[in-house]
């Protein structure tokens, strides 16, 4: 197999490697001729809308449309794996470089990222220095908060939410001591026999968690303050709860479960070490699909970062190569560029945090796009619906309620869909549940059964998708696999205003891919109809 090749170290690059790095790093470019060709759309098409180019748009405040009651852990959220790795060559290095002294990390809450992987090492028993590995990253941890803080205070919609690691930090003292300098003029490079046993001196766990309370002491009011009181991880919080706020996720390596946010680390998927580019996707792609079926109030923390030593490098599994087996020369896709498409296939359902190398444009756009179901559509929409503790589905724009309507013939097996004005004590024929069949469908669809088990079903239609404006009729539930015209996609979907908002859905008719809805002209008559349409964005 031979080392992948390319012209260049890619788009967005702000630094020209010294010639031994480059050596390393000029395969890293895969951009436009690697796929096939086509012009980027709005959710991206090329391997470089996923990979190293952030673009040029900036994505500032992209949280302040979300309701303030929305759970961080029903939110997607792009994020950087090793945040501030931009030294070392390409076995160390994760992001483009924009600069040190987390002139990086100010490039990255910009274009959109909003959580962020920060390694960390004691210098000089005083100050925190940001490391991969025995590798200083020419940024320190005063750099990261002063940053993360102008960056909030200029933008207090957006909140950041840090996994915070202590680097190596234990053990005996080694020749490698970044201690005397605040921004410490450190050794390029280490030796091949530096490893995590030598350290800037010999610190404990306690003297890691002490000097992190300074810190937080330092930087009053920037930390959401239950994820760093040090008396336990917090519950998880509302986005109200953490606008302008930096949320510690989790303090690793520091011998203490007293910080960060519950269930940070339970959801989570890194494999930082899978064997091949094929295997680290499938182990993503697993834990984003998970993500997205879970209605639980869990955090999902996804690395879709890995590497192999120097078999298989970050950029590498993030950006794909090209490899030459038996004179015939394939492509193996990036993580990267697999999650864009992934995500570009559908608009539903959060992806949680996922912690990205060289992350570009379109596929932080696509994690971005996740919280869509989070964004107030206004009043209300005819494609929107609010289900009540009673059972009832009442239309968000019109507020009558989904009935039951009369049977087609005496056998009472199917008949229309209608609405009317929701009553006070809701009758049988106005109560609906949602159920995902047990023999059937993989795609984590519902049916939407009346109280007598009826199914809502799109009709039939001599096997032609009916066009919008269709009434909806209830019908006998099918058993088989191929019944999407009784499958619907639920989608949450807030209505009201970013301050006081309500949870409610749009109901996403498999076969059809329109929206559960009313007619505009009989929205008024008790025995309306109840339609399809065209899903509001």
């Known amino acids: 197999m031979s080392r992948p090749t390319s012209p260049d170290i890619g788009a967005g690059s702000r630094r020209r490697s010294r010639p031994l790095v480059r050596l390393l790093t000029v395969c890293a470019a895969l951009g ?153 003029k450190c050794p390029e490079g280490q030796s091949d026999s530096d490893d995590c046993s030598k350290k800037p001196q010999p610190v404990t766990s306690s003297d890691v968690r002490t000097l992190f309370g300074k810190y937080v002491s330092n930087y009053r009011g920037l930390f ?81 970062s890995a590497s192999k030593g120097l078999t298989r490098l970050p950029f590498e599994y993030a950006g794909g190569y090209w490899q030459e087996q038996g004179g015939v020369r394939t492509e193996v896709q990036g993580v990267n560029y697999r999650l864009m498409k992934h995500l570009n296939a559908g608009d539903s359902g959060r992806v949680g945090t996922v912690m990205m190398d060289f992350p570009g444009w379109a596929l932080i756009d696509n994690i971005i796009s996740r919280n869509n179901g989070h964004i107030p559509k206004g009043g209300g929409n ?58 059937f469908d993989s795609k984590g669809y519902f049916q939407i059964k009346t109280s007598t088990g009826k199914c809502l079903t799109v009709p039939y239609n001599n096997g032609t998708p009916p066009s919008a404006g269709t ?4 019908w006998d539930c099918e058993t088989r696999w191929f019944s999407g015209s009784q499958m619907w996609n639920v989608v949450p979907t807030k209505i009201g205003s970013v301050s006081d908002s309500k949870k409610s859905f749009r109901f996403i008719n498999n076969w059809t891919n329109l929206c559960l809805s009313m007619d505009p002209a009989t929205a008024s008559a008790n025995g309306g109809k109840v339609t399809q349409d065209t899903c509001p964005k």
């Open 471 to 474: 009434q909806l009729f209830w």
């Open 224 to 304: 959401y303050s239950p994820s760093v009181s040090g008396g336990g991880s917090a519950p998880v919080p509302r986005l109200a709860d953490v606008r302008g706020k930096l949320v510690l996720g989790s303090f690793d390596n520091v011998d203490s479960g007293a910080y960060g946010i519950q269930t940070f680390n339970k959801n989570q998927e890194d494999h930082w070490n899978a064997e091949t580019v094929d295997r680290k996707w499938d182990y993503v792609k697993g834990n984003v699909d998970k993500a997205a079926r879970d209605e639980n109030d869990e955090m999902y923390v996804t690395y879709a």
């Open 32 to 184: 436009a001729g690697l796929l096939a060709p086509g012009a980027a759309g709005a959710a991206g098409s090329r391997n470089q809308d996923a990979y190293r180019d952030l673009g040029s748009t900036t994505r500032l405040d992209w949280m302040a449309n979300i309701a303030d009651d929305t759970s961080l852990a029903a939110m997607s959220l792009p994020g950087t794996h090793d945040t501030l790795s931009v030294h070392g060559g390409a076995a160390v290095q994760t992001q483009e470089d924009f600069g040190d002294s987390a002139k990086t990390l100010k490039a990255q809450l910009e274009h959109g990222i909003r959580a962020i992987d920060i390694r960390v090492r004691v210098s000089g028993g005083v100050s925190f220095t940001v490391h991969h590995g025995v590798v200083y990253q020419k940024a320190n941890f005063d750099d990261v908060l002063s940053e993360t803080r102008a960056f909030l205070k200029k933008y207090p919609s957006e909140t950041v939410v840090m996994r915070l690691r202590s680097e190596c930090p234990y053990g005996k003292s080694g020749p490698v001591d970044c201690a005397h300098e605040q921004k410490p």
């Open 382 to 439: 005819r494609a929107i619906w609010l289900v009540n503790s009673d059972k009832t589905y009442v239309n968000s724009q019109y507020r009558r309620c989904m009935v039951r309507g009369p049977e087609f013939d005496s056998s009472k097996s199917g008949g229309l869909v209608t609405q009317r004005e929701c009553q006070s004590k809701a009758p049988s024929s106005h109560q609906w549940g949602a159920e995902k069949p047990t023999s």
